[in-house]
């Protein structure tokens, strides 16, 4: 998720903002990976995901903290990922539940505390975005994924 792209929900550029735009993304590409028909290859590309993902959180914590301090580096990392595992499980039952389920589990994760920032127009950008996104994911082959052979689409317009 570029910055320009995602400018138009109003949020500010930090490590908090950043890891709920960029764990959508996650999301969508862990829930596909999860579908790949070689399960084993599928758990292995999550997993390096993951472990990717939360390198650059680690790295984020250190630059926003600017601190190398293993004890609050430990601590924040502890709290971005029980925010991340929580966040997983209820995109999961959203996205299989309707579509107020997802609205409302955008308010929460994307917004957090920028409630004030949300329109009826941009949640539903969000969740015709990842609805479109994710029949993409669900179109491209489990070698072409295994390869990171996808692009994402163009960002949803902010209105």
Known sequence: AEKPA???????ENLGNWFNVVMLHMWMVLF???NMEDMRT?????QFLIDY???DVEEGIIKHAETANPIIISKSK????????????SYDHAVLTSDAALADMLYNNIFGLNKDLVTASKLESLIAY?????KALDQVSDSQLSLGKYRWGEPPTFV
Not at 82 to 89: E, L
Request: glycine letters at 12%; hydrophobic letters at 35%; a positive charge.
């Open 53 to 55: 993902y939360f390198d």
């Open 78 to 89: 502890k709290s971005f990922v029980h925010s991340y595992m929580g966040a997983m499980t």
């Open 6 to 12: 995602w400018r138009g929900l109003g949020l500010q």
């Open 42 to 46: 599928g758990q292995s590309i999550s």
């Open 130 to 134: 990842i609805r479109r996104e994710m």
């Open 32 to 34: 596909r990976l999860r």
